[in-house]
C-alpha cells in the first residue's frame, strides 16, 4: 500500500504564489516518477508538473517557466512551487506517483500512468 498526502492550496489572487507538498508514505516512496495533476471546474485532469527519480523534471507548456517541481532531502516530499498564478490555474491538484521502472527518458504524461494518488487540495486564483 502507498500514500500521498496533498497540503498548501489555498486561494490566492493573480499574480501571486503557492506552494503546494506532497507527502508520501509506504510503497510511494519508491516512485520511479512523481507528478501534479489538476483539474479545473467540469474539466478532465491534466498533467501540470513532473520529476523523474533521476532529477529530470518536464512540464506543461501552461505553466513552464512559472512553477517549479522539486523534492526534499529525502523522497518522501515533493513541492509544486506555483509563481505568477493565473484565474486558469484555479483546480484541484492532485499527487500522483508511480513504481514501475522506466527509462531514463519517459515522461509520463497521463493519469492513466500513475499508481498512486493523493485526495487533492484546492487553489483558487482570483483576477
Known amino acids: 500500500q502507498g500514500q500521498l498526502v496533498e497540503s498548501g492550496g489555498g486561494l490566492v489572487q493573480a499574480g501571486g504564489s503557492l506552494r503546494l507538498s506532497c507527502a508520501a508514505s509506504?510503497?510511494?516512496?519508491?516512485?520511479?516518477?512523481i507528478a501534479w495533476f489538476h483539474q479545473p471546474p467540469g474539466k478532465e485532469r491534466e498533467f501540470v508538473a513532473g520529476?523523474?527519480?533521476?532529477?529530470?523534471?518536464y512540464y506543461a507548456d501552461s505553466v513552464q517557466g512559472r512553477f517549479i517541481i522539486s523534492r526534499g532531502g529525502a523522497r518522501s516530499t515533493v513541492y509544486l512551487q506555483m509563481n505568477s498564478l493565473k484565474p486558469e490555474d484555479t483546480a484541484v491538484y492532485y499527487c500522483?506517483?508511480?513504481?514501475?521502472?522506466?527509462?531514463?527518458?519517459?515522461?509520463?504524461?497521463?493519469?492513466?500512468?500513475?499508481?498512486?494518488w493523493g485526495q487533492g487540495t484546492q487553489v483558487t486564483v482570483s483576477a
Open positions: 500522483a506517483a508511480d513504481t514501475k521502472s522506466r527509462s531514463y527518458d519517459d515522461s509520463p504524461l497521463e493519469p492513466y500512468e500513475y499508481e498512486f
Open positions: 520529476l523523474r527519480w533521476s532529477g529530470r523534471t
Open positions: 509506504g510503497r510511494s516512496v519508491d516512485w520511479t516518477a
